[in-house]
């Protein structure tokens, strides 16, 4: 979790701060802790290597360059560009994953797995595939009790639309779909954006409009064209974690401190353009409630 005691005695609630590498950071953690059960020092040059190049891959993944290698790729491949970069960094990604996996076969006691990775080397011993059930996190029951920002975080999840276009696939056999026949192997990007935005589908769709997630009581509704995290057998798989996650940082969060835009500035947070729309970087206030 982000150190908010820190950044209270840090930032004394007045300094602005580049926001993006410190969520990004805690994170990473999260799911550090999850996969090799422990967690990074912030400071640690290799967990901000690593953390950067994620951000670097994902954000070169929309560039121009990019996208002209995805349609050509058999003419652009001997090219330099950014999808030779995305190889390079994607290589010392794996480089570093694998070495994470090699240190825990070497070390792996099959009757005491420490954390994710050594669960996963057992199965793989076992020859089993077996679907990971036990979704019980604690702070579960609070969302129902909080129907307002519950519905909050759903807009912005909508509006925010971070992955427009979804993850690119592919049919396995040949299909019928509304009368186009796609033959095995035709590429399909099942685009996110067009339903997000739709105004059949969301009253104000151009808005950010918390109502859209609750009822005139004030009750929180679902709606199932909020598909952020795709729909179907490839949808998300981190789609739990991630609301979660999202819960429990936007509470702590607003419990302890009043975001707001550096003084004589303006919250304008275009979405730059990468493989998902994500803001450009920008600094904040944090105010800790205490001396608002
Ligand atoms: C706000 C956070 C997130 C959003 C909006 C999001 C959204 C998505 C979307 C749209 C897809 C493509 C689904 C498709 O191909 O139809 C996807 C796939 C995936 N996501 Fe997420 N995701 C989020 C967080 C996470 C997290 C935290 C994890 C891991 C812990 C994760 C792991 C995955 C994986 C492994 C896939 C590939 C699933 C497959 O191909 O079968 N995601 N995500």
Not at 58 to 75: E, H
Not at 87 to 97: A, G
Not at 137 to 161: G, M
Request: charged share 20%.
């Amino acid at each position: 979790m982000i150190n908010l005691e820190r950044l209270h005695n840090i930032l004394g609630g007045r300094k602005a701060f580049l926001s993006t590498i410190a969520i990004s950071a805690a994170v990473a953690n999260i799911i550090a802790s999850i996969l090799i059960g422990h967690r990074f020092d912030n400071q640690n040059p290799k967990f901000l290597r690593l953390v950067e190049l994620i951000k670097d891959i994902i954000r070169l993944l929309g560039s121009p360059s990019v996208l002209i290698y995805n349609a050509f790729p058999t003419l652009i491949r001997w090219l330099p560009g950014n999808h030779k970069t995305i190889k390079r960094y994607s290589v010392e990604l794996q480089t570093f994953v694998k070495e994470m996996f090699t240190k825990h076969k070497t070390e792996l006691d099959i009757n005491d797995p420490r954390n994710l990775i050594d669960s996963f080397l057992i199965k793989q011993l076992e020859k089993e595939i077996e679907k990971v059930i036990g979704s019980s996190w604690p702070q579960s029951e609070h969302r129902k009790l909080v129907p307002y920002t519950n519905a909050v975080i759903h807009e912005t999840q909508r509006f925010a639309d971070i992955i427009p276009l979804n993850v690119p696939h592919a049919t396995t056999r040949d299909v019928t779909f509304k009368g186009y026949v796609l033959p095995k192997g035709t590429p399909v990007i099942p685009m996110l954006s067009p339903i997000l935005n739709d105004k059949d589908r969301f009253q104000r769709p151009d808005e950010f409009y918390p109502q859209h997630f609750l009822d005139s009581e004030g009750n929180f509704i679902r709606n199932e064209n909020f598909l952020p995290f795709s729909t179907g057998r490839r949808s998300c798989v981190g789609e739990n974690l991630a609301k979660m996650e999202i819960f429990l940082f936007f509470t702590r969060l607003l419990q302890n401190l009043t975001l707001r835009a550096p003084p004589g500035t303006n919250f304008d947070l275009p979405s730059g353009i990468g493989f998902t729309s994500i803001p450009p970087y920008h600094k904040m206030c944090a105010m800790p409630r205490t001396q608002i």
